[in-house]
């Protein structure tokens, strides 16, 4: 599943995971985190697009398990 993947988990995690998962990639890829480094435009682009993905991907997550 693409959205398990986006997340670098398993579908057998268990919710607790996914969320510590989710928030673990979030700050990582956080745009204004990035920017604050000082860090090329390209990968602030490739930041927000990631970012993008891990909260779509958490939201259908949390959507199909219901919490």
Same mark, same amino acid.
Do not use: M, W
């Given at each position: $599943? =693409? &959205?398990?993947?986006? +997340?670098?988990?398993?579908?057998?995690?268990? $919710? #607790?995971?996914?969320? !510590?998962? &989710? !928030? !673990? +990639?979030?700050?990582? &890829?956080? @745009?204004? =985190? /990035? #920017?604050?480094?000082? +860090? @090329?435009?390209? *990968? /602030? =682009? *490739?930041?927000?697009?990631? *970012?993008?993905? /891990?909260?779509?991907? &958490?939201?259908?997550?949390?959507?199909? !398990?219901? *919490?």
């Amino acid at each position: $599943n =693409k &959205y398990y993947a986006a +997340l670098k988990c398993d579908e057998s995690a268990s $919710n #607790e995971e996914i969320k !510590r998962q &989710y !928030r !673990r +990639l979030v700050t990582e &890829y956080h @745009p204004d =985190k /990035i #920017e604050s480094k000082g +860090l @090329p435009e390209e *990968f /602030i =682009k *490739f930041a927000s697009d990631k *970012f993008r993905e /891990i909260q779509e991907a &958490y939201d259908s997550i949390r959507k199909e !398990r219901g *919490f």
